[in-house]
Nanobody, 122 residues
Framework: QVQLVESGGGLVQPGGSLRLSCAAS????????MGWYRQTPVKERELVAF???????NYADSVKGRFTISRDYAKNTVYLQMNSLKPEDTAVYYC????????????????WGQGTQVTVSS
């Protein structure tokens, strides 16, 4: 079973940047898109970015132009570069492979990791 470990979160001021990493223990099929999600106590987990095996990326409107997702197949790691952070980006961030789609909703492949907390505050 693949285990996902997210890291790189922290406290940052509005306008600041963070780079999140998601390391997978075990092999993730290269054909699987990888996604970054986020969740708050008052909002369900949402997909904010994903990258396909062809390096095609897609972003939620709320992060478009500010976040960049990338993956390193050799290191089995996915990254999320977050710039121009806003208080509304505060959340726990998770990664997972996308097994399939239920309509517009991604179906995650693996058990969720612990996530990494991102707090944007002055």
């Amino acid at each position: 079973q693949v285990q996902l470990v997210e890291s790189g979160g922290g406290l940052v001021q509005p306008g600041g940047s963070l780079r999140l990493s998601c390391a997978a223990s075990g092999s993730i099929p290269s054909v699987c898109p990888m996604g970054w999600y986020r969740q708050t106590p008052v909002k369900e987990r949402e997909l904010v970015a994903f990258i396909t095996s062809d390096e095609i990326t897609n972003y939620a409107d709320s992060v478009k132009g500010r976040f960049t997702i990338s993956r390193d197949y050799a290191k089995n790691t996915v990254y999320l570069q977050m710039n121009s952070l806003k208080p509304e980006d505060t959340a726990v961030y998770y990664c997972n492979a996308i097994q399939s789609w239920a309509g517009a909703d991604p179906v995650a492949s693996f058990d969720w990791g612990q996530g990494t907390q991102v707090t944007v505050s002055s």
